[in-house]
């Protein structure tokens, strides 16, 4: 898992981040919300060590990543898989070539390990038919599942997606959301996602945390969000009439869920000390 203790960040005068505290969950999609503005992308940032951080500590399993030197960092960046909302492909390389870069990077392996290792990651993209095809010549959704091989080559432990469906059509954004649950699941890795969709959060998010004005406003499950009584949170997730009344669809749904509601009962119970 990754943990956040008390992370502050800022820029000259202006305090971004303002003692956030979070736990991303292994074999979970853990969610980052919020408007922009909100912090949520200084935040990723800073986790993955593209940013120090002004104060606080950001644990990977218990290692403290901002207290490590460069050589310390680099061996816990090599268990990192990133995929970029641009995708981040490289033009002149073929998506066989794309994907194997961060072996070829790390050294991992004899050319035929590198080739096999590449060959399972496309295969499990739905893309070995593209292996030899340039970027110019794929759809943007292919090209995010591209991103996706190669963002799981190395056999990651932490996964961050940065707006992950920036630019697809829904029916694309559906299935990129099902690719990186199943992946999650399959590897049990701590998956971080940036995101500003909806369909993202309801459907994928075991765990979601709303920022707000750089401090962490909500934090819980999409069923839980359902139920939330936050104003901030429901007035950012629920802005238009059609959200909203598909919120009370979906409280239906989820309220006849018995062992959902047992739950509940549990969390208002140690809530109130009982």
Known sequence: MIELQDIKKGFADKEILKGVSAVMESGKVNLIIGASGSGKTVMMKCIVGLMGVGSGKILYDNQDFTAMDDKEKKVVRQEIGMLFQGSALFDSMTVEQNVMFPLDMFGKGTLRDKKKRVAECLERVQLMEAAKKFPAEISGGMKKRVGIARAIVLNPKYLFCD???SGLDPQTSLLIDKLITELTKEYNITTVINTHDMNTVMESGDHIVYMYQGQK????????????????LNDFIFASEFLREAKEMRQLDIFKDNKWRDQLKNKEGNASGK
Do not use: R
């Open 163 to 165: 707006e992950p469906n």
């Open 217 to 232: 406003q909500w934090e819980g499950s999409n069923k839980d969000i359902i139920f939330s009584k936050d104003q901030k």
